[in-house]
Structures are given as C-alpha cells and as structure tokens.
C-alpha cells in the first residue's frame, strides 16, 4: 500500500514562511510528477505547484515568486516553500504524486490527507 503523508501546516502571520514536506511511502517503485494543491473552504481545489521527477517545474500565478516547490528522489519527499504569505493563501493543502508501485507497471495517483495552513492577518 503507497502513502502519501504531509507536515509542517501551521498557523502563521501575514508575511511569515512555512515548509510543507510530503513523503511518500509504501511498495513504491517510482514516484513520477508531484504536486501541491490547496482547498479553500467554499473553494475548489486548485493547483499550487508541480515538480517532475527531473525537477521540472510549473506554478499557479498566485504561487510564483512566493513559493518554491521541490523533492528528492532518494528520500521520494516534495517540499514546498511558501514565504510572504497572505491571508488569501489559507487552505489546506494536499499532495499529489504519480506512482508506480512495486510488481506493477500501472501508474497510479495518489492524495494525501491534507495539511492545514493559515494565515492571520
């Protein structure tokens, strides 16, 4: 069975920083594109960020210059980084991955259970 589990929401001040870390684990042969994506309430989910496995990567407008997304491969761990933060960034935000586990050629995607992140005014 593939995991994915998130840290490092919290509440935080308008202009302050926090690191959101996503590792994946399980029966894992490969983890392929990742990404973040948050839920506002009343709101869509959208996409925040998304990083291939070589590092190739591709942000929403309301991330870019703001947040940095990356990963490790050997450690199958995304992270993303998010400094001057605004209120309208409070969400909960999820991981998402493309794996292929062990014994299978099937790529599967994967959610994790979510990371609350809010930020005060």
């Known amino acids: 069975q593939v995991q994915l589990v998130e840290s490092g929401g919290g509440l935080v001040q308008a202009g302050g920083s926090l690191r959101l870390s996503c590792a994946a684990s399980?029966?894992?042969?490969?983890?392929?594109?990742m990404g973040w994506y948050r839920q506002a309430p009343a709101s869509q989910r959208e996409l925040v960020a998304r990083i291939s496995r070589g590092g190739a990567t591709n942000y929403a407008d309301s991330a870019k210059g703001r947040f940095a997304i990356s990963r490790e491969n050997a450690k199958n761990t995304m992270y993303l980084q998010m400094n001057s933060l605004i209120p309208e960034d409070t969400a909960v935000y999820y991981c998402n991955a493309d794996i292929v586990g062990v014994g299978t050629v099937a790529l599967i995607n994967y959610w994790g259970q979510g990371t609350q992140v809010t930020v005060s005014s």
């Open positions: 399980g029966s894992i042969f490969s983890v392929n594109a």
